[in-house]
């Protein structure tokens, strides 16, 4: 995403899964893998405005990441 230098870039970004495990040590590891999967999809720059999959180890979609890139005079 390129903005204009003299606006203050805005992200509105919510992440929501629904994962199903044997117990809880291996849903919260699952979890957090997911949400590493998340993180990894906003930081690569790529991702454009809407709705995207998030995946588990085995490319099983257990959730979506919304985002939305606005421009504006916000303050940082």
């Known amino acids: 995403m390129q903005f204009d230098e003299e606006l203050t870039p805005h992200l509105k970004c ?12 291996t849903l919260n590891k699952w979890a957090a893998d997911a ?14 405005d809407g709705f995207h999959p998030v995946t588990n180890n085995s490319g099983k979609k257990v959730g979506e990441i919304y985002v939305d890139y606005t421009e504006g005079e916000f303050e940082a």
Request: glycine share 4%; charged share 30%.
């Open 14 to 25: 919510d992440v929501e899964l629904e994962i199903i495990a044997p117990n809880v040590a």
């Open 35 to 48: 949400l590493r999967r998340a993180a990894n999809l906003v930081e690569s720059g790529k991702l454009e």
